[in-house]
């Protein structure tokens, strides 16, 4: 079963493959790399030396040095010399405050991309919609360097874009669509393709090229007010015959990691 809501054709359409951080030339290195720090530090939750930083973040020890001074001097990062660690600042303890309320109360989405990965071996994200793109903001792959968090994906034509456009009123989609220049003689079977996965409750299907299958399904939270989707991806051959149990697997865990 193949339900992805995909153009006939992409002439004229708004498509790119997946984009990583790197790719994108107006990244502040220094400025994404103290975020990344922040982000470490809520997913390990204690004080942190600066080597476990450094090889965290794949920096050089030099680097990161330079980078945590630079974040103590902000204020950002308190240094204790009695152990050489780090810990987060009280001056982000209201942005923290805000973030948790914004972001579910505390909803653990890297545990569970974690034990979904764990369950069945194959790389997991948790995506939010970025404009007519899905980005990626929590990951785990047997293979690390095959999803990364802040990869992109098209929000037409995969299974996590269509996941998400099956939640969206038929206005909207019809506005999304306009947007990435679809032909507007292939929006009504977009749309069929998209009432078809919220019957479903799940999307699934191959990637451009073919040779990996995936599997999304929506996360029962807002993050930040907008829906966000788990998914599921690996070889064709593998997740296809499979796509039962390994749907199965995702919701065990939704259902797990957040209890109605």
């Known amino acids: 079963m193949n339900l992805i809501a995909r153009p006939a054709s992409t002439r004229g359409h708004l498509a790119f493959r997946v984009k990583r951080p790197a790719d994108r030339r107006n990244l502040s290195r220094s400025a994404t790399r103290a975020l990344d720090v922040l982000e470490f530090f809520g997913l390990a939750r204690r004080p942190l030396r600066a080597v476990e930083i450094a090889r965290e973040l794949d920096m050089s020890p030099s ?3 330079q980078l945590l001074k630079t ?11 009695r152990d050489k660690t780090y810990r987060p600042s009280p001056r982000l303890a209201a942005f923290g405050l805000w973030m948790n309320a914004l972001h579910g109360g505390g909803a653990d989405l890297q545990a569970l991309v974690g034990d979904v990965c764990a369950a069945t071996g194959m790389a997991v994200t948790v995506t939010v919609p970025n404009d007519l793109s899905m980005q990626v903001v929590a990951s785990a792959a047997p293979d690390p360097a095959a999803v990364g968090r802040g990869w992109q994906v098209p929000l037409f034509g995969t299974a996590t874009g269509s996941a998400y456009l099956a939640g969206l009123d038929m206005a909207e989609v ?43 399904m929506r996360l029962p939270l807002a993050l930040g007010g907008v829906t966000a989707v788990l998914g599921l991806g690996g070889p064709a ?8 149990r390994l749907a199965g697997a995702m919701r065990g865990a939704i259902a797990r990691h957040f209890p109605a």
């Open 63 to 65: 680097s990161a040095n």
């Open 71 to 81: 974040m103590v001097g902000s204020a950002h990062l308190l240094f204790d010399a």
């Open 174 to 216: 019809r506005r999304l669509a306009v947007r990435a220049r679809m032909p507007e003689h292939e929006i009504p079977a977009i749309i069929d393709v998209l009432a078809r996965i919220r019957r479903a409750h799940q999307a699934e299907g191959p990637s451009e090229d073919g040779t990996n299958w995936s599997i999304a």
């Open 237 to 244: 051959e593998a997740v296809k015959p499979d796509v039962t």
